[in-house]
């Protein structure tokens, strides 16, 4: 009786513990009632806000994200935001927009009058999506303030992120929302202040966990969905419905409706004892080093809301949800909510809203014919659930480190699409030729018909990585020095190195980083995950993580990578063949002795002491411990090993066989080296040309293909 007492209580307190935080941050009440015709939305809103810091504060700081389309010389449209999104801003008439608040009060006290814009990142004084208003009363350190706003917003034509398509409406950054306070110490940071920058063209967001209590009033005629779970929904008589929304834990909230003629809405469960075997929970407890418990997985309500057209198309979309919540879950830790859903954007117009995350909530995008094998719309879908973990669980500052989320989650994604869809595939054959199929989140990547030299595949010789890291692989090559991953991301010299920095690179680092780790990988990254889940991490947290669960310092690692701009390139060659003969006078018992070579056979070369030279070069400027495989014709191999500090380093050997092979890294680690044709060196000259027009054509389509290709 006692026992099962005792156990009783255990189970209370672990329930409650799994239990979301009880004191948020900041806690939401908004009503909002959308007007389809007129493209606005007038919205209320009630924000219980709490100062979660030591400091006393001043001011209240609010983002006002869609005033970035309020008109052309905002920071978003100065910093080339006329398209984004494989999207062209029309700069019609109804396609500006604005968030407009009409009153704010806070405890109470009407304080409309001193709302006033501020431009911390650039002072662009046009710019309009940062608002402050200074208090009467500051906020004492751990005091709290109820704010109420009452507001009205104008969406733009769909485009960045948001917007409508005729009775379509992807609304998002659509009401005002409270920067971040951050504290002394928070995110490593000196002295405490907001953190809430204006809205650029290449970063994202950033905000407090809390909770969402949303009601939205749509026609009644309207198929609605939304970030969390709706509790309620009522008929208000005049044709409209309102639905109440609700979510704990989330730092952020979207929805989207459309008349129900359009879209479909299908609900499916994601039941983890069907999608997860005991042997699989077995091996990643293992690998893992957590309790199997730990590892199993919940039940989750999966929303799919999807255009009619793309009915087609449903199994798809639910098997790339089902893949990514299995996977994401197994290898950082179960997806801690009741309800996911997910979007799917008329196409083509409507795809300035896909591709893109809110927490409980993202866009997906498809087009009318994917090929079977394309994994388009499946690559969309698993990244944008992956940021439900990498941004949206763990939840980093986007804007000023884009490589936190944008980089683990690209790397997750490429490792999910492995797991689920096996090695890729896709390419189409044009007259008779293989080319690959680009989908327009640049994945997949094409699998090379030919064998390869050696038993390597090309992919491997040329620049390197065969399967899903090739592209970033090949995009990072052309931006490798431009920009540091370890940067505030708007101020990257253009959108393509910040593609770079916060997807490409970060992903290749990770992969590298993955390879020298080795079996404690598992253990880092699940560890970093489980451990700022809810949290604001940096790169500090990261790297000190890393350190902590391996018990090893990785310092020369991350300075290079995080903070260098340097390349990681060695290359090998070799000389192998007979030593010399002696020709010449030599001392032999104090008497100078003419010696003569033996006159043979030229190709006598086979007999005799060989001699021979591996020479490994660093041609860039990140500097790694190398490792050479060097392989003798009689089958032998050796392996080499050097600090690669200088920039050459010489191997010889005498009492050996002939060379026929030499590569630096045998076992790949490297991913973020480019090129890698220069990492082997063979004796045969193998006969590369037609590989050579191959990869040449190759490159050429990637990159027309890659213009329109756009980042989410
Ligand atoms: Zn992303």
Redesign the pocket.
Request: glycine share 0%; net charge negative; hydrophobic share 0%.
């Given at each position: 009786m006692r026992r099962s007492l005792i156990l009783a209580l255990v189970m209370v307190a672990i329930g409650a513990q799994a239990k979301f935080i009880p004191d948020p941050i900041v806690q939401y009440k908004v009503d909002a009632r959308l007007d389809p015709q007129a493209k606005t939305l007038k919205g209320h809103e009630v924000i219980r806000w709490r100062n979660h810091t030591s400091d006393t504060i001043p001011d209240l700081q609010f983002h006002l994200y869609l005033n970035a389309f309020k008109n052309n010389l905002s920071t978003f449209f100065r910093e080339g935001g006329a398209s984004s999104r494989r999207v062209r801003f029309r700069d019609e008439a109804d396609s500006w927009a604005y968030v407009a608040v009409q009153s704010i009060k806070v405890d109470g006290e009407d304080l409309t009058a001193r709302m006033q814009y501020i431009q911390p990142d650039d002072g662009n004084p046009y710019d309009q999506t940062v608002m402050r208003v200074p208090l009467s009363r500051p906020i004492a350190a751990n005091g709290r303030v109820t704010i109420e706003i009452e507001w009205t917003s104008k969406l733009p034509r769909v485009f960045a992120r948001t917007g409508f398509l005729d009775n379509f409406f992807l609304v998002a950054q659509w009401f005002p929302k409270p920067g971040v306070y951050e504290g002394p110490g928070d995110r490593h940071r000196e002295q405490g202040g907001w953190n809430c920058h204006q809205f650029h063209v290449s970063t994202e967001f950033y905000a407090d966990y809390g909770t969402f209590d949303v009601s939205l009033t749509v026609p009644s005629d309207y198929e609605i969905a939304a970030s969390g779970d709706e509790r309620s929904s009522k008929q208000n008589g005049d044709g409209t419905t309102t639905h109440e929304f609700y979510q704990e834990e989330i730092h952020d909230f979207a929805w989207t409706t459309q008349p129900q003629s359009q879209v479909q809405k299908i609900v499916r469960t994601f039941r983890a004892d069907e999608q997860v075997t005991p042997s699989e929970i077995a091996e990643w407890s293992r690998k893992e080093g957590v309790p199997p418990e730990e590892v199993r997985l919940k039940d989750v309500k999966v929303t799919l809301f999807i255009q009619r057209e793309h009915a087609s198309q449903i199994e798809r979309h639910f098997r790339a949800v089902f893949a990514a919540l299995k996977w994401y879950g197994i290898w950082y830790g179960k997806y801690p909510y009741d309800v996911v859903t997910f979007v799917d954007p008329p196409s083509p117009f409507g795809l300035g809203a896909g591709g893109m995350?809110y927490p409980t909530f993202f866009t997906a995008g498809t087009s009318y014919w994917p090929a079977a094998r394309q994994l388009s719309p499946e690559g969309v879908i698993v990244?944008?659930f992956g940021?439900q973990f990498w941004y949206g669980l763990v939840g980093n500052n986007e804007f000023e480190e884009a490589w936190l989320?944008?980089g683990f989650?690209s790397y997750s994604t490429g490792k999910v699409l492995e797991k689920a869809y096996g090695p890729n595939y896709a390419y189409q054959r044009v007259f008779g030729v293989p080319i690959p199929v680009q989908s327009w989140l640049n994945l997949p990547v094409p699998r090379y018909p030919w064998k390869g030299v050696d038993g390597v595949p090309i992919g491997q010789y040329w620049e390197w990585v065969p399967e899903y890291h090739w592209q970033p692989s090949r995009r990072y090559w052309q931006e490798a020095e431009t920009d540091a991953m370890e940067r505030f991301a708007w101020l990257d010299l253009n959108r393509s190195s910040y593609g770079v920095q916060a997807y490409d690179k970060p992903e290749l680092t990770l992969r590298t980083l993955e390879g020298l780790l080795g079996e404690a990988w598992p253990k880092v990254i699940r560890t970093y995950h489980m451990r700022y889940r809810f949290k604001h991490p940096d790169a500090i947290d990261f790297m000190n993580t890393v350190t902590e669960v391996s018990g090893r310092d990785f310092k020369w690692f991350f300075d290079q990578t995080l903070y260098g701009t340097g390349r990681l390139d060695y290359s090998v060659s070799f000389t192998t063949g007979a030593a010399p003969e002696k020709d010449g006078f030599f001392d032999e018992n104090g008497k100078q002795v003419l010696v003569r070579p033996e006159k043979g056979d030229e190709d006598d070369d086979d007999k005799g002491p060989v001699e021979s030279e591996v020479l490994v070069r660093r041609l860039g400027e990140m500097v790694f411990p190398v490792t050479v495989r060097v392989k003798f014709d009689d089958g032998s191999e050796v392996f080499e090993h050097w600090d690669g500090q200088y920039r050459w380093q010489k191997f010889k050997y005498t009492n050996k066989p002939k060379i026929v092979m030499a590569e630096v890294d045998p076992d790949r680690q490297w991913k973020l080296e480019v090129p890698r044709t220069d990492n082997s060196a063979l004796k045969e000259p193998v006969k590369l040309a037609p590989e050579k027009w191959y990869l040449r054509w190759v490159v050429w389509i990637q990159n027309v293909l890659m213009a329109f290709s756009f980042f989410?």
């Open positions: 995350e990244h944008e940021h989320d944008e989650n989410s």
